[in-house]
């Protein structure tokens, strides 16, 4: 950060302001204290029968992968808003938004993931200006190598083993970074 957006002043501190225990940005002119809060991203997996809709990303990161429509929510909009109009924007689909499926953290890059079970009533959907492709998956047919973000992959697992097990429990974890390999044990096991 570099200026208030409060004020426009450039003379910022990062502290631990009063009554508080961790360090932010603090205006040295007008003392807004200016928080820094994890993304929201918000999306839907959405099905047609026994078939995952899912759209080949046209944008980095990850261009040319495979995900669920997804992205961020916007200031205003409800989860389960924000997730319909990601799967619109990205997916060309109109879906019924159900039940919060899957709430992944990934602190490590200030994000939370929020993924919502949707019926697909209709199979009508198109590629968006984020998607090269969006087509219909069965289990067999999921790209597992080619899948875009890790969240994306756990979610998917998850689905098609809750699947089997006829019951959807909203599912919530965490996602670490991952961490090298050493040298030493690359090739073990």
């Not at 669920?68 to 019924?96: D, H, M």
């Not at 875009?148 to 959807?168: E, P, S, V």
Request: with cysteine; charged share 25%; proline share 7%.
């Amino acid at each position: 950060m570099r200026f208030c957006s409060s004020c426009g002043s450039s003379r910022l501190d990062f502290r631990i302001p009063d009554g508080d225990s961790l360090p932010r940005f603090v205006c040295g002119e007008c003392g807004e204290i200016h928080y820094q809060n994890p993304k929201v991203v918000v999306g839907c997996l959405p099905t047609c029968g026994d078939k995952v809709l899912m759209c080949l990303r046209a944008i980095e990161p990850r261009r040319g992968l495979w995900t669920l429509p997804a992205g961020f929510l916007e200031n205003g909009e409800s989860l389960s808003a924000g997730a319909a109009r990601e799967t619109l924007e990205e997916a060309g689909a109109t879906v019924e938004v159900g039940e919060l499926y899957t709430v992944i953290s990934l602190p490590q890059i200030h994000q939370v993931y929020m993924v919502f079970r949707a019926a697909l009533p209709c199979p009508e959907f198109a590629a968006g200006t984020e998607s090269l492709e969006v087509r219909l998956f069965d289990e067999q047919e999921i790209p597992w190598d080619r899948i875009a973000f890790r969240t994306i992959a756990r979610t998917l697992r998850n689905f098609f083993l809750d699947r089997k097990l006829g019951a959807f429990p909203t599912r919530v974890s965490v996602l670490e970074r991952r961490q090298p390999v050493p040298p030493d044990l690359r090739g073990a096991g």
